[in-house]
């Protein structure tokens, strides 16, 4: 009988913690800790993960803490909305960024849920830092299969 070498050991524990992680996610911690589907409302209530971060304005002029809508580009793709909004952050001009940031996570992008997050993060664009709120962005890309990378300081 063949016997197993160590890095072969190591492979088979981990793809078995690796399947054993995957089911209890599945089976018990993702309705409980999972990413709401992003809507055009902000809920509060202690059972829904709040998304005042990612939802739609109200038509009056935006208060510090509430996001902007960018003007005028309605007939963007997410995708064209995710490149304006990452060359506009690293242009410096962090409002315009946010809001075409936003409507392209409100499109279903999640690399502009990342570089939103890491707005949020920060307190860019108009809004005070937001751990809790940057977190939520950060799994919301990690639930479209795209994990974000913070640059290095």
């Keep these: 009988m063949a016997s197993l070498t160590p890095l072969s050991k190591g492979l088979i524990g981990l793809a078995v913690v690796g399947a054993m992680a995957s089911a209890v996610w599945h089976l018990v911690l993702k309705?409980?800790?999972?990413t709401p589907p992003i809507s055009a409302t902000t809920s509060t209530s202690p059972t829904t993960p709040?998304?005042?971060?990612?939802s739609t304005p109200p038509s009056t002029p935006p208060a510090a803490s509430e996001p902007v809508v960018a003007t005028g580009g309605s007939d963007l793709s997410a995708a064209e909305h995710a490149e304006l909004g990452r060359q506009l952050l690293e242009s410096g001009d962090f409002a315009q960024a946010?809001?075409?940031?936003?409507?392209?996570?409100?499109?279903?992008?999640?690399?502009?849920?990342?570089?939103?997050?890491?707005?949020?993060?920060?307190?860019?664009?108009?809004?005070?830092?937001?751990?809790?709120?940057?977190a939520k962005l950060f799994q919301l890309a990690q639930s479209r299969n795209t994990i974000c990378f913070a640059p290095g300081q």
């Design 50 to 54: 709040d998304t005042s971060v990612i």
């Design 31 to 34: 309705e409980r800790f999972g």
């Design 98 to 134: 946010r809001a075409h940031l936003l409507l392209a996570v409100q499109g279903g992008n999640a690399g502009a849920a990342c570089h939103l997050g890491e707005m949020t993060l920060k307190g860019q664009g108009g809004i005070p830092a937001d751990q809790e709120a940057a």
